[in-house]
C-alpha cells in the first residue's frame, strides 16, 4: 500500500513543504473531521488526514504519524484516491483550456470559488475568465466531497 501511495503522490507532484507546514495541515484536518456531521462528511474528512499524513510522508517526514488504526488508514484510502484524482484532473483539463501546456497541480476543491481566485493568481491567469471556464467545466465534472 505504501509504494501504491508513494507512486500516486509522484503523479500528483504537489508542493513539498517543510515539517513545520506540515504538522500545522495536520492539525488543521484532524481539526476539520472531529467537527464533521454525517458519515459521508467524516469519511471524506478522514481522506484529507489520511492524503495529508501521506503527502507529508512523499515530502519527507515520516515523523508525521496517522493517528488511526489502519483500518481507518485503509477506509480513508479508499475515498481519498479518487477525491483528489477527480480534483486534479479537473484542474489539469482546466489548465488546458487556457494552453495545451499549462499543467495545473491542484488539488483544492473547486467548488469553492474564493480557492479559484487563488489558483487563478498563482498560474498568471484571468481570475474572472478562470471562474467562468471551471463553473462551466464543474457542469460536467463529478466530485466526491
Known amino acids: 500500500m505504501k509504494k501504491v501511495i508513494h507512486h500516486w503522490h509522484t503523479k500528483l507532484d504537489m508542493p513539498k513543504h517543510d515539517l513545520a507546514w506540515h504538522k500545522q495541515d495536520m492539525a488543521d484536518e484532524l481539526q476539520e473531521l472531529e467537527e464533521a456531521k454525517g458519515l459521508i462528511y467524516k469519511w471524506s474528512e478522514l481522506s484529507?488526514?489520511?492524503?495529508?499524513?501521506?503527502?507529508?510522508?512523499?515530502?519527507?517526514?515520516?515523523?508525521?504519524?496517522?493517528?488511526?488504526?489502519?483500518?481507518?488508514?485503509?477506509l480513508g484510502s479508499a475515498y481519498m484516491f479518487p477525491k483528489y484524482s477527480l480534483r486534479w484532473g479537473f484542474f489539469r483539463k482546466l489548465g488546458k483550456k487556457f494552453d495545451n501546456n499549462l499543467e495545473i497541480r491542484e488539488v483544492r476543491n473547486p467548488e469553492k470559488l474564493e480557492k479559484?481566485?487563488?489558483?487563478?493568481?498563482?498560474?498568471?491567469?484571468?481570475?474572472?475568465?478562470?471562474?467562468?471556464?471551471?463553473?462551466?467545466?464543474?457542469?460536467?465534472w463529478v466530485f466526491l466531497k
Open 116 to 140: 479559484l481566485e487563488v489558483i487563478a493568481k498563482k498560474y498568471n491567469l484571468d481570475p474572472h475568465q478562470f471562474k467562468a471556464e471551471a463553473t462551466k467545466l464543474m457542469k460536467k
Open 48 to 74: 484529507d488526514v489520511v492524503y495529508t499524513c501521506t503527502r507529508a510522508h512523499w515530502s519527507g517526514h515520516p515523523e508525521i504519524i496517522f493517528p488511526f488504526s489502519k483500518t481507518k488508514l485503509y
